[in-house]
């Protein structure tokens, strides 16, 4: 069965550059969530996307937006990194209306900034 | 204020015998999911298991089963027959809510499974 794609899987990024991390969910799910996990820490809700548009927001740092496009893909765009945001990025996605609404995620993509 | 606790940090078991992984949550959403992942070393989060604040049956999936007690706020995770390969950082969640919420994770617990 298909699974969540993420790209890249590594990053290595210098202080106050930019990154633009990609997601593109499983087939037919219509609801795509952002997650930070930093190191030895439990995943963190960045914001998420039904059917192309913000649903809900959590712990996403000014510096950071996202969007879903039409096609369902959704970016990640970090701009002014900083130490602190060395960390995997989890992208997430669900199904609206199938029971559980269970969240698969991708691989992840690990982000180390110098 | 947490969420979701896990108590057991880290946890040991025999190859074979069976484990449990401690969740409580807290929630005053009459609705609402919980779910447990497993991490392992390569990074991955994969989902083990769902159950819902609804169901009158505890889930089970395989070798996995969750000790649902509901007056209590406790989702226990048992491990049944567990493999090498079941070493791995485990995490319960909560989805409050009926759709399209963020899951709130707990701290998680590390398991080692020893031959």
């Known amino acids: 069965a298909a699974g969540v794609i993420q790209s890249p899987r590594h990053l290595i990024k210098e202080k106050r550059e930019t990154a633009t991390l990609k997601c593109y969910p499983i087939p037919r799910h219509d609801t795509v969530y952002w997650y930070q996990q930093g190191p030895g820490q439990d995943p963190q809700f960045l914001i998420s996307?039904?059917?192309?548009?913000?649903?809900d927001k959590g712990s996403i740092p000014d510096r950071f937006s996202a969007q879903q496009f039409s096609d369902y893909h959704s970016e990640l765009n970090m701009s002014s990194l900083e130490l602190g945001d060395s960390a995997l990025y989890f992208c997430a996605s669900s199904s609206t209306g199938v029971h559980q609404e269970t969240q698969y995620f991708g691989p992840g993509t690990r982000l180390l900034v110098l | 204020a947490q969420k979701i606790t896990q108590t057991q940090p880290g946890m040991f078991v025999q190859e074979k015998e069976a484990v449990t992984l401690d969740c409580t949550y807290d929630?005053?959403?009459?609705?609402?999911?919980l779910f447990w992942y497993k991490q392992p070393s390569s990074g991955e989060m994969i989902f083990l298991i769902y159950q819902g604040s609804y169901d009158q049956q505890n889930a089970t999936e395989g070798r996995y089963s969750l000790n649902f007690q509901k007056a209590r706020k406790s989702a226990n995770l048992v491990i049944s027959a567990s493999q090498l390969g079941d070493s791995a950082m485990y995490f319960c969640a909560m989805r409050e809510g009926n759709s399209g919420y963020a899951l709130n994770f707990g701290k998680g617990t590390s398991l080692l499974v020893t031959p």
């Open positions: 929630t005053s959403d009459p609705s609402y999911g």
């Open positions: 996307f039904y059917e192309k548009m913000q649903s």
